[in-house]
């Protein structure tokens, strides 16, 4: 199950947030739809790190819609509760912060800054929020303040900019330090790009160098524990935020943490385990949602991840994606070629959402100037609703 490779070298100090010690610098990227309870339980079970929840928006967590109480919920064995939050206003982003920090319920807060959905940039919010200084130093400088009331630290994660005319990481970055991030994660692609093309590392070693005195997350495109050694070495960050490479694989926390350990041990489960693992998950989404069908309707997405690269036939993934209730899966996976091993290459490398790049949709006007007007401000308020996805 397990099988040793050449040794990465990564030798970091825990990262520090705040009052916080992460022991493994490593960080379950934000995922909507994917960084549930359940997932965050399976992937911690292989190794340390700290593990981000689903991003909640600013709105509904003031409003105590259940289902952004249900995001932001943790399991008690959770040691650091981690959870995300999108807002585009320092108004609301303030009250949601002031309610997690007077009701204990979270020890770290991020703000996400990173959205690249067209539905959320053609309002202004998302990864082209940072493009207006005034708005994002507002928005930044609120929650640090209300969250340091409970002694939470609030890390900001974003994109590299808008597109290649319009960069917004450097000047942010150091809004972010100056009202007392505790950490910047730059996920190296800007807005236009998408999920396309590769993360620019380069950019992610120029924030490195510029803001020496906080702790900077390098984020896009780690598919291995190699991968993660690499970018430490070559962009000098203090920790690794991985997001679709663990779609499918919670294992790879597990090399995460050999790696750091300075271990070469890596997890290479074949059908069999990788049959148990997905139904264990499948378990818990029933568990997390209180429903199985419900439950069972969360495991579809995650069936051509777990399975991608190992031989299982087109007709019976098709009826896997289709699962109907947990005993129907456990047939369905009996139906499985148990004895396969490992297949090696074919799981490893780039998974999850890619594309093409799309031209950023912006409210009309917004890249004539780096502050908001009254109209702008108005159009954001659209920017919040019913939104998904970083
Ligand atoms: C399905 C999916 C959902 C995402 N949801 C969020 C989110 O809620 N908040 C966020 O900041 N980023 C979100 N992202 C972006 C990831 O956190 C991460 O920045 C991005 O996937 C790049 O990292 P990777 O190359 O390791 O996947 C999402 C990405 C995916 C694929």
Redesign the pocket.
């Known amino acids: 199950m397990t099988t040793s490779t050449t040794p990465a070298q990564l030798s970091l100090p825990p990262l520090r947030l705040g009052p916080l010690t992460v022991d493994v610098p490593v960080v379950l990227?934000?995922?909507?739809?994917?960084t549930n309870k359940a997932f965050r339980r399976l992937c911690r079970e292989y190794g340390g790190g700290l593990y981000v929840t689903?991003?909640v928006t600013a709105r509904a967590l003031v409003e105590r819609r259940p289902e952004s109480l249900r995001i932001i919920d943790h399991d008690p064995d959770e040691r650091i509760r981690s959870i995300?939050i999108y807002g585009v206003d320092a108004v609301n982003v303030g009250k949601a912060v002031r309610m997690v920090a007077e009701e204990g319920r979270a020890d770290h807060i991020d703000l996400?800054f990173?959205?690249p959905v067209p539905k959320v940039t053609k309002n202004g919010g998302g990864s082209a929020l940072p493009w207006k200084t005034d708005l994002f130093e507002a928005i930044v400088g609120t929650a640090v303040r209300e969250a340091a009331r409970a002694d939470i630290p609030v890390t900001v994660?974003m994109r590299k900019g808008i597109d290649d005319e319009h960069i917004t990481f450097l000047d942010a970055a150091k809004t972010a330090r100056d009202h007392g991030v505790a950490a910047i994660a730059l996920?190296g692609r800007t807005a236009a790009q998408h999920?396309s093309g590769q993360?620019d590392w380069d950019a992610i070693a120029e924030l490195r160098e510029a803001i020496p005195d906080v702790p900077v997350l390098g984020?896009?495109?780690?598919w291995s524990a190699e991968d993660a050694a690499r970018m430490v070495e070559q962009t000098g960050v203090d920790g690794v935020?991985?997001?679709?490479?663990c779609q499918g694989r919670p294992w790879l926390f597990g090399d995460l943490q050999a790696a750091f350990e300075g271990r070469a041990d890596r997890f290479r489960p074949g059908v069999a385990r990788v049959a148990e693992i997905i139904y264990r998950h499948a378990e818990m989404l029933v568990e997390t949602f209180g429903d199985e069908h419900r439950g069972v309707r969360e495991i579809r997405k995650h069936i051509a991840w777990y399975f991608k690269g190992y031989p299982v036939g087109g007709e019976l993934r098709a009826r896997m994606a289709q699962v109907p209730d947990l005993a129907t899966f456990r047939e369905l996976l009996g139906e499985l070629d148990l004895s396969l091993p490992y297949p090696g290459a074919a799981v490893e490398g780039p998974r999850?959402?890619a594309g093409s790049p799309k031209r950023p949709h912006l409210p009309q006007g917004w890249l004539d100037s780096r502050t908001i007007d009254d109209a702008e401000r108005l159009g954001l308020v659209d920017a919040e609703l019913d939104i998904?996805?970083?």
């Open positions: 990227a934000p995922m909507a739809g994917v689903e991003m995300q996400n990173g959205c994660k996920h999920y993360a984020n896009g495109d780690i935020v991985i997001g679709r490479g999850g959402r998904s996805g970083g």
